[in-house]
C-alpha cells in the first residue's frame, strides 16, 4: 500500500525496528562448500545455484515468521516519520555490513556493479548520462549521496517544527532503489564472505525487513526486485523463495 493517502500523526521520537542479535546455523551435511566461490554445488542435480538460495543458508534469519508483522505502521505514528526512521535504518544498517566487506569488494574483483550472470548497473549522472562504474565506486556515490539527503533537514526534518515535504516520497523511493542494488550485489558477489562471518541471519533478517516494508510502502517496483528476461537479479529469486516460505507476503 502506497504512504501518499495515508493520514498523518503527530511525530514521535525516532527508534530503530531492527531486529536484535541471534545466530546462524551450520552447513547441512554434505553440503560442497567452496570458500572462494560464491556458488554451491548441488551434488543431486550437478546443478551450481548461489548459496543464498540453499539450504539452510536460504532459512537463516533472526527473525521467524512473516516480517508484515513488523513492518506495518503503528497506531498514532506518522506515517512519513515511519518511513523516514526506517529508510534511515535500512541505509545505517547496510553501511555498516559493507563496511566489514569493502575489503573484499575492490576495483579488481567487483570491476561492475554486477546483480546478477547478466546484469551490472551502470551510474546516472544528473545531466542523464550513464556512465560505468567499478562496484565500490558505485556503492560509495550511492551512500554519500544518500547521507547528503538524510543530513539535509528540508528532506529528512528532524525538527517538529520542520514538515516533511510532498517530494518524500519520491526521493524515499529513489533511494530504495538504489539500495537495493547494493544489496542485491552483496548477495551475488559477496555472500560466501558474509558466510565466513556467520553474519548470514543477520543480513537475511535484514534484507527480508527491506522487502516486507519497501512492499507495504510501495517503494519498490516488481520489476526492481526481479529484473527483465534476459537480465534476472538475482536475489528476485530470493524473493520469490521467501514468498514461497512465508517469510514475505505473496
Known amino acids: 500500500m502506497s504512504f501518499f493517502g495515508r493520514n498523518r500523526a503527530p511525530r514521535g521520537t525516532r527508534r530503530s525496528p531492527t531486529p536484535g542479535n541471534g545466530r546462524s546455523q551450520p552447513p547441512s551435511p554434505g553440503a560442497s562448500l567452496s570458500p572462494s566461490s560464491p556458488f554451491f554445488n548441488n551434488d543431486a542435480g550437478g546443478e551450481?545455484?548461489?548459496?543464498?538460495?540453499?539450504?539452510?543458508?536460504?532459512?537463516?534469519?533472526?527473525?521467524?515468521?512473516?516480517?508484515?508483522?513488523?513492518v506495518v505502521l503503528p497506531?498514532?505514528?506518522?506515517?512519513?516519520?515511519?518511513?523516514?526512521?526506517?529508510?534511515?535504518?535500512?541505509?545505517?544498517?547496510?553501511?555498516?555490513?559493507?563496511?566489514?566487506?569493502?575489503?573484499?569488494?575492490?576495483?579488481?574483483?567487483?570491476?561492475?556493479?554486477?546483480?546478477?550472470?547478466?546484469?551490472?548497473?551502470?551510474?546516472?549522472?544528473?545531466?542523464?548520462?550513464?556512465?560505468?562504474?567499478?562496484?565500490?565506486?558505485?556503492?560509495?556515490?550511492?551512500?554519500?549521496?544518500?547521507?547528503?539527503?538524510?543530513?539535509?533537514?528540508?528532506?529528512?526534518?528532524?525538527?517538529?517544527n520542520h514538515e516533511f515535504q510532498r517530494t518524500f516520497p519520491g526521493i524515499s523511493r529513489h533511494i530504495y532503489r538504489q539500495l537495493l542494488r547494493i544489496f542485491a550485489h552483496i548477495y551475488h558477489a559477496h555472500f560466501h564472505q558474509i558466510l565466513h562471518l556467520r553474519a548470514e541471519p543477520h543480513f537475511n533478517s535484514l534484507f527480508a525487513h527491506f522487502l516486507a516494508f519497501?512492499?507495504?510502502?510501495?517503494?519498490?517496483?516488481?520489476?526492481?526486485?526481479?529484473?527483465?528476461?534476459?537480465?534476472?537479479?538475482?536475489?528476485?529469486?530470493?524473493?520469490?523463495?521467501?514468498?514461497?516460505?512465508g517469510t514475505l507476503e505473496k
Open 48 to 70: 551450481q545455484k548461489p548459496l543464498y538460495l540453499c539450504s539452510p543458508f536460504v532459512n537463516s534469519a533472526l527473525v521467524k515468521g512473516n516480517f508484515k508483522t513488523i
Open 75 to 160: 497506531k498514532y505514528v506518522d506515517v512519513m516519520e515511519w518511513v523516514a526512521v526506517n529508510v534511515y535504518d535500512f541505509f545505517t544498517n547496510l553501511n555498516e555490513f559493507y563496511g566489514v566487506l569493502a575489503e573484499c569488494c575492490t576495483q579488481h574483483s567487483c570491476p561492475t556493479m554486477s546483480v546478477g550472470p547478466n546484469l551490472n548497473y551502470p551510474w546516472q549522472q544528473t545531466s542523464g548520462r550513464f556512465i560505468h562504474m567499478t562496484a565500490p565506486q558505485y556503492i560509495d556515490t550511492v551512500m554519500s549521496s544518500i547521507q547528503i539527503m538524510i543530513d539535509d533537514e528540508n528532506v529528512f526534518p528532524t525538527n517538529n
Open 214 to 245: 519497501g512492499q507495504e510502502f510501495d517503494l519498490l517496483e516488481l520489476k526492481e526486485i526481479k529484473g527483465e528476461p534476459g537480465q534476472v537479479v538475482g536475489v528476485g529469486l530470493l524473493w520469490e523463495k521467501w514468498r514461497e516460505l
